[in-house]
């Protein structure tokens, strides 16, 4: 059983081109992390959060706390973008549940 | 550079044998977290420390694993008697507070080879 589902799994664009990557989670949670893994391993954080939208730079994360879903969109994606990103949500005590991430491929 | 420093960046056992794997601050946090990513896998929740006591494991976290805060800094996980399927990245995170609200810092991990 899967409390977190990712789509796609992979993903391969043109540089420029503006991606989604989904997320649906089924385990009760306030609070979603999406996180960006880099080809070397190293993990960072890139958003937190509980409810609406945030925005950071050509990255945006929204989620719909009613229907279980969070998105992670990249505005006019570069090749730096190139990493696996990856939706953790909280589950009941301070556990965290992971997907299997999505791999991104942003070609020049 | 990282807000968690994790030590060695790359281990090679033998089975069989014990290894530490070390994850230092660089501030003086409470909230610690491993994790561990078997090659090609998602990343596995192992078990969270506050206030140098476990609060919570996952199943994965069995009595081969145990973690540890010796000086009030370093934050340890020990893994006894290696086994092969033990080979995985190990990431040490910190959290700004005791919630899953809390936003996570993780470290760069150390890869574990285990021949």
């Known amino acids: 059983k899967n409390e977190v589902e990712q789509s796609p799994q992979n993903l391969t664009a043109q540089e420029g081109e503006f991606i989604t990557i989904n997320c649906s989670y089924s385990?009760?949670?306030?609070?979603l992390h999406w996180l960006q893994q880099h080809p070397g391993g190293g993990i960072v954080s890139l958003f937190m959060l509980s409810s609406g939208k945030k925005k950071h730079g050509r990255l945006i994360a929204t989620i719909n706390i009613q229907e279980k879903h969070s998105s992670l969109h990249i505005t006019a994606s570069h090749p730096r973008d190139s990493a696996v990103y990856i939706c953790?949500?909280?589950?009941?005590?301070?556990?965290?549940?992971f997907g299997t991430g999505t791999s991104l491929t942003v070609i020049p | 550079e990282p807000e968690v420093t994790q030590t060695p960046s790359h281990q090679v056992t033998q089975m069989g044998q014990e290894v530490i794997l070390r994850c230092v601050p660089i501030s003086n946090h409470l909230y610690f977290y491993w994790y561990r990513q078997i090659l090609g896998q998602k990343v596995e929740f192992l078990v969270s420390f506050y206030n140098n006591e476990i609060s919570e494991k996952s199943e994965i976290f069995d009595d081969q694993f145990s973690v540890e805060r010796p000086d009030g800094s370093n934050f340890t996980l020990k893994i006894r008697s290696t086994k092969l399927e033990d080979s995985a990245m190990y990431f040490c995170?910190?959290?700004?507070?005791?919630?899953?609200?809390?936003?996570?810092?993780f470290g760069n991990g150390t890869r574990l080879t285990v021949t």
């Open positions: 995170a910190r959290g700004d507070s005791y919630s899953y609200n809390s936003p996570l810092h």
């Open positions: 385990v009760g949670i306030s609070a």
């Open positions: 953790a949500v909280g589950g009941t005590g301070n556990q965290f549940y």
